[in-house]
């Protein structure tokens, strides 16, 4: 690798082609600043990424025909700018973007964010390996801001310094993502869902406000695992305080797997040069095969709306992306085929503006990320209902029972004059 000054990164920096970008907490914020202050040398440039952390001043209108965004999955930071044309998503299942990044959108370049190399030239793509593993294998220019704040994980994210054409040095922290406060429904739903979960369970687990009520609820429980395409703060305490223990997995036992994590510098700490936690790519961590080879899988994952007969509307508003596939029905699936396995969909029984998410038919235009056919669990603060092998009307019964009690008279109503 060669190390380069600001003035001397612009040069090697990409003009045009397709550009893949390190994301979450391991956004390569400086270089993306170099970027930006160089735009006018740059021609229709495609930066491809999931989600980023900080300003995607990219995808501002004043960059239209300098830059291009291909979101893998859509953020907070780009939801207001997609126009499905400059600023696009791209469908696909977390576990297939790999394959996507060596064939059809393989990378002329990549920018990525790295810890520095330690005594034998070794460096770590820390807190994000996911697909940026398979980007840096793939792509023609290899490009790194070195970080000494990015943590060393250890897994599939260790990287040479060969492997990496041109750096820069930077002393800069990383993202961070705050936990989400919870509220008496997300800590009903928590429970609702910890007593789904059985000891020895292998969990995946994400980030948000169920997430953490979830975990909360899961502390007097033992000998838990985990396999999860992300994982945040919450899952610190169970960690710590030995409710996890990784011993009844049978893939990567004793370990802690995950392809990226997202949260505080606590976090960050944590995993930081840590041998209990195991960091590979998402070809391998949502491979609905290597999930379903653990007993007793529960997948926890969250939904905009559910129709009556089971469809789940994870990534949109009706017509309007939000976020993306990312690993839902990979982690669905591989439950599915576990040994005593459990899918979990997770919801609030009604939106924070009164509109019930338990609805007779999905909004027009809304997507479906996890069919009827796929549905297993699903949990609002009123309960949990078991809906594989249910029939359309016994699931339509089933489900307005999990929906708030001044909706349900309405829903079936609605229900009985669609049938």
Not at 131 to 159: D, H, S, Y
Not at 167 to 184: F, H, M, T, Y
Not at 189 to 206: E, M, N, P, Y
Not at 226 to 233: K, L, Q
């Amino acid at each position: 690798m060669k190390v380069l000054s600001p003035l001397e990164i612009v040069d090697v920096l990409p003009t045009s082609g397709r550009v893949f970008i390190h994301g979450a907490a391991a956004t390569p914020h400086r270089l993306l600043e170099l970027l930006l202050a160089n735009a006018a040398r740059c021609h229709e440039l495609e930066l491809m990424h999931l989600h980023t952390m900080g300003e995607a001043a990219y995808c501002l209108p004043h960059y239209a025909g300098h830059f291009r965004c291909t979101n893998f999955f859509v953020g907070a930071n780009v939801r207001r700018l997609l126009d499905y044309s400059r600023v696009d998503y791209l469908p696909c299942f977390l576990s297939a973007i790999p394959s996507l990044l060596q064939t059809s959108k393989r990378p002329d370049a990549c920018l990525l964010q790295i810890s520095p190399p330690d005594a034998d030239g070794y460096c770590s793509l820390g807190t994000s390996v996911d697909v940026a593993r398979t980007a840096l294998r793939v792509a023609g220019r290899k490009i790194a801001q070195i970080n000494p704040q990015m943590p060393r994980t250890l897994g599939e994210g260790v990287v040479h310094i060969s492997e990496i054409d041109f750096g820069i040095e930077v002393d800069q922290p990383l993202s961070e993502a705050s936990p989400e406060r919870l509220n008496e429904t997300d800590r009903q739903i928590g429970r609702h869902i910890a007593a789904l979960v059985d000891d020895g369970a292998t969990l995946q687990v994400g980030i948000g406000s169920i997430p953490n009520a979830v975990l909360l609820a899961l502390r007097q429980h033992q000998h838990l695992g985990v396999h999860t395409e992300m994982f945040s703060d919450g899952l610190l305490p169970l960690l710590q305080n030995g409710v996890v223990t990784n011993r009844r997995k049978r893939v990567h036992a004793g370990k802690t797997v995950t392809s990226f994590v997202s949260g505080t510098r606590a976090l960050f700490d944590f995993v930081n040069a840590n041998p209990e936690v195991l960091f590979l790519g998402s070809d391998t961590v949502n491979d609905p095969a290597v999930i379903a080879r653990n007993p007793q899988v529960v997948a926890i994952n969250s939904a905009v709306e559910v129709d009556l007969s089971g469809q789940v509307c994870a990534d949109s508003i009706g017509p309007k992306v939000i976020s993306g596939f990312g690993g839902q029905l990979d982690f669905i699936r591989g439950a599915a085929a576990s040994t005593g396995g459990k899918a979990i969909i997770a919801l609030p029984a009604r939106t924070k503006h009164g509109r019930s998410r338990i609805v007779a038919r999905l909004q027009h235009g809304a997507g479906v990320v996890t069919t009827r056919g796929d549905v297993d669990y699903l949990v609002t603060e009123y309960g949990s209902v078991h809906l594989r092998g249910k029939t359309m009307g016994e699931r339509a019964r089933a489900l307005l029972e999990l929906a708030h009690p001044e909706d349900r008279e309405n829903l079936a109503r609605a229900w009985r004059d669609g049938v």
